[in-house]
């Protein structure tokens, strides 16, 4: 079983559309989680961390839960501008040093 | 605002030759690693530098080496290019748990 795990879809939805994405971790000892963005041919760039208590940043929210170790992020009113690949991120402390594991990703096509 | 600045951000080896990637970052992060990213397997720690002077294997580390020459520069070394290290690198800083922040990346191919 993979460590991080993701649909890699890809997902088109027409613009204005709500879409959630979901992702699991293995490891039950992870620390914290984070959202990362990945426009094509770019670099990943960080969209949003996410806190148990759930989080919300403009169209997307963010949830954590720990008891079935999931993550999940919610995007309304989608733009086409949102089109690109979402990576789940899970950071857990390993022997002094910050083991960061990304999921494989998910592909969002926002249609116009 | 440079941030973390990889290069070259194009390779084309052949097999056998080597290389090095060069990697710096002005924001005084601890933190240094560098990933490779392939088509479906995401993006996989190759090494990574804790702080000044040290260094650790990631989850793929064969093939490569690396040096951390100063708190901002983290290179990443191919002694004997193979195809199997056609790919995506991306070099990374963080400071303790938090954000990491990539460079541009550097796409390299070996023929």
């Known amino acids: 079983r993979k460590e991080v795990e993701q649909d890699p879809g890809p997902f088109n939805v027409p613009e204005g559309a709500t879409v959630a994405f979901n992702c699991t971790y293995s490891?039950?000892?992870?620390?914290?989680f984070f959202w990362y963005r990945q426009d094509c041919r770019k670099e990943p760039k960080l969209l949003m961390s996410?806190?148990?208590s759930g989080n919300e940043d403009g169209r997307f929210t963010a949830q954590l839960n720990r008891a079935s170790q999931y993550i999940s992020l919610l995007i309304r009113d989608s733009k086409l501008s949102d089109s690109a690949t979402y990576l789940c991120v899970v950071n857990m402390n390993s022997g002094g040093y910050q083991k960061v594991t990304f999921g494989t990703g998910t592909k969002l096509q926002v249609i116009p | 605002n440079a941030g973390v600045t990889q290069t070259p951000k194009f390779q084309v080896l052949k097999t056998g030759q080597s290389m090095t990637l060069q990697c710096a970052q002005d924001?005084?992060?601890?933190?240094m690693y560098w990933y490779r990213q392939d088509p479906g397997m995401g993006l996989r720690l190759i090494y990574y530098s804790a702080s000044e002077g040290t260094t650790d294997k990631g989850e793929v580390p064969n093939g490569y080496n690396v040096s951390r020459l100063n708190k901002r520069e983290f290179s990443l070394r191919l002694e004997s290019a193979a195809p199997s290290q056609t790919s995506v690198y991306f070099c990374?800083?963080?400071?303790?748990?938090?954000?990491?922040?990539f460079g541009e990346g550097s796409r390299l191919t070996v023929l």
């Open positions: 490891n039950s000892a992870s620390q914290s």
């Open positions: 990374a800083s963080s400071e303790g748990y938090g954000e990491l922040f």
């Open positions: 924001m005084n992060h601890n933190s």
């Open positions: 996410v806190y148990s």
